[in-house]
């Protein structure tokens, strides 16, 4: 490598948006080397041979036939915010070398956290992290357990683990044991069904944290920003960006309702450091920018316009499931997730036989298997991913 490298080389970046949009065709290449290459090809020659294994061979997640998972497909003023970043790598640790990149996320942090009437924030690279930094904080203010219902996501019990805290899941909130030392984990958007456990629940515990991962986004919904409401008497929330908020990865939040305090709980000074560090990570970056970028292009009311049109997909996903005499639902569409089957056909033998441009996840749910719709896709065709399963079952 020469110094010039590190400089914007506007050809190289014309070529890769031209190959990213399908303007132009990457060259042939080999397969990528299976050990560390000794000798470079050049920044050119690397693109085209990048092309295959990154956007070649990636998944469409913005396809008519992708019902499938909570991850949503993004938009390019993302992209451009990415690269942008990228060519900056702002470090968020240190003011230094991120003057106003820190500006920007608490900016995003107060643009967000109203709607869930928290006081503030940060964010995090997904909510894995956010529920544990949750957690962290529920514990250096005395909470001793976590407890949580059956269908709260794996991040918790990991989160307990990590924190070496008893984890307890219990059934229904209203006949749980005295929670003065625990911290109750509630899920808004349960990530098999989508539910939305009962938002006034564990009223006794010492903290309460609302995982709002997947349904967070409803938040700005005008339509179904009901759905949430109490979210705003937690003590804290996880919401990812990454799903239903159509950022690219990594990108998500954890909001307090008394953020001063939380990060006072949660923050380690080092002599190296001009300002204290907050939270789990060290080094970070700016992964607010797609997100301002994104509500700037679009507003609060684009933005939940795109969210309500999602959720009319699976409605109607959910009517052409219940008017076909072969396929049923385990029940209506709970924010934004469907679970279906086919009567006569097993939910692997589906999955196994589906065409290619179909894709629906599974899951198991009190030991029965579904099929799992999830409304992150605005391109998603209902009416396509049900041929899609009626024509596995069929084979
Ligand atoms: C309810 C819930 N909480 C937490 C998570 C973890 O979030 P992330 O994948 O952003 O780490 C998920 C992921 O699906 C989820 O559904």
Same mark, same amino acid.
């Given at each position: 490598?020469?110094? %010039?490298?590190?400089?914007?080389?506007?050809?190289?970046?014309?070529?890769?948006?031209?190959?990213?949009?399908?303007?132009?065709?990457?060259?042939?290449?080999?397969?990528?080397? !299976?050990?560390?290459? %000794?000798?470079?090809?050049?920044?050119?020659?690397?693109?085209?041979?990048?092309?295959?294994?990154?956007?070649?061979?990636?998944?469409?997640?913005?396809?008519?036939?992708?019902?499938?998972?909570?991850?949503?497909?993004?938009?390019?003023?993302? @992209?451009? !915010?990415?690269? @942008?970043?990228?060519?900056? =790598?702002?470090?968020?640790?240190?003011?230094?070398?991120?003057?106003?990149?820190?500006?920007?996320?608490?900016?995003?942090?107060? @643009?967000?956290?109203?709607?869930?009437?928290?006081?503030?924030?940060?964010?995090?690279?997904?909510?894995?992290?956010? =529920?544990?930094?949750?957690?962290?904080?529920?514990?250096?203010?005395?909470?001793?357990?976590?407890?949580?219902?059956?269908?709260?996501?794996?991040?918790?019990?990991?989160?307990?683990?990590?924190?070496?805290?008893? &984890?307890?899941?219990?059934?229904? @909130?209203?006949?749980?044991?005295?929670?003065? =030392?625990?911290?109750?984990?509630?899920?808004?958007?349960?990530?098999?069904?989508?539910?939305?456990?009962?938002?006034?629940?564990?009223?006794?515990?010492?903290?309460?944290?609302?995982?709002?991962?997947?349904?967070?986004?409803?938040?700005?919904?005008?339509?179904?920003?009901?759905?949430?409401?109490?979210?705003?008497?937690?003590?804290?929330?996880?919401?990812?960006?990454?799903?239903?908020?159509?950022?690219?990865? %990594?990108?998500?939040?954890?909001?307090?309702?008394? &953020?001063?305090?939380?990060?006072?709980?949660?923050?380690?000074?080092?002599?190296?450091?001009?300002?204290? =560090?907050?939270?789990?990570?060290?080094?970070?970056?700016?992964?607010?920018?797609?997100?301002?970028?994104?509500?700037?292009?679009?507003?609060?009311?684009?933005?939940?316009?795109?969210?309500?049109?999602? !959720?009319?997909?699976?409605?109607?996903?959910?009517?052409?499931?219940?008017?076909?005499?072969?396929? %049923?639902?385990?029940?209506?569409?709970?924010?934004?997730?469907?679970?279906?089957? &086919?009567?006569?056909?097993?939910?692997?033998?589906?999955?196994?036989?589906?065409?290619?441009?179909?894709?629906?996840?599974?899951?198991?749910?009190?030991?029965?298997?579904?099929?799992?719709?999830?409304?992150?896709?605005?391109?998603?065709?209902?009416?396509?991913?049900?041929?899609?399963?009626?024509?596995?079952?069929?084979?």
């Amino acid at each position: 490598m020469n110094p %010039e490298d590190f400089q914007p080389d506007e050809q190289l970046l014309l070529h890769a948006v031209a190959l990213l949009t399908g303007s132009q065709m990457a060259e042939p290449s080999q397969r990528l080397p !299976m050990s560390l290459p %000794e000798v470079g090809i050049g920044a050119d020659a690397a693109l085209s041979a990048m092309f295959d294994d990154v956007l070649g061979r990636s998944r469409d997640l913005g396809a008519p036939g992708f019902f499938a998972h909570m991850d949503p497909p993004t938009p390019p003023i993302t @992209w451009a !915010m990415h690269l @942008w970043t990228a060519s900056r =790598n702002q470090n968020l640790l240190h003011p230094d070398t991120a003057p106003r990149a820190r500006e920007l996320e608490r900016l995003a942090v107060d @643009w967000i956290a109203p709607w869930f009437g928290m006081s503030g924030g940060h964010m995090t690279p997904g909510s894995t992290v956010a =529920n544990l930094t949750a957690i962290w904080a529920a514990r250096e203010s005395g909470c001793r357990v976590v407890v949580s219902g059956t269908g709260a996501h794996l991040s918790i019990r990991k989160a307990a683990h990590l924190l070496g805290m008893e &984890h307890r899941v219990i059934d229904d @909130w209203s006949v749980a044991d005295d929670l003065t =030392n625990a911290v109750a984990v509630i899920t808004a958007g349960t990530t098999s069904s989508g539910e939305i456990e009962s938002l006034d629940a564990a009223s006794d515990a010492r903290w309460r944290h609302v995982d709002a991962a997947w349904s967070g986004p409803l938040r700005l919904s005008d339509r179904y920003r009901h759905l949430l409401d109490g979210i705003e008497d937690a003590d804290s929330v996880a919401m990812s960006a990454h799903k239903w908020l159509f950022q690219p990865k %990594e990108s998500a939040f954890v909001l307090f309702a008394d &953020h001063e305090a939380a990060h006072k709980l949660i923050s380690v000074d080092g002599a190296y450091l001009a300002v204290p =560090n907050v939270g789990i990570l060290g080094s970070h970056g700016a992964v607010a920018v797609p997100l301002l970028a994104m509500l700037l292009a679009y507003g609060r009311e684009g933005v939940a316009g795109m969210i309500d049109r999602t !959720m009319a997909l699976i409605d109607e996903l959910a009517e052409l499931v219940d008017a076909h005499d072969d396929l %049923e639902s385990r029940s209506a569409p709970s924010s934004g997730v469907l679970c279906w089957r &086919h009567k006569g056909v097993s939910v692997d033998d589906i999955k196994r036989h589906l065409p290619d441009d179909v894709l629906v996840s599974s899951t198991v749910i009190d030991g029965e298997p579904w099929l799992r719709s999830v409304a992150a896709n605005p391109n998603a065709d209902p009416a396509k991913v049900v041929a899609g399963v009626l024509q596995a079952a069929a084979r």
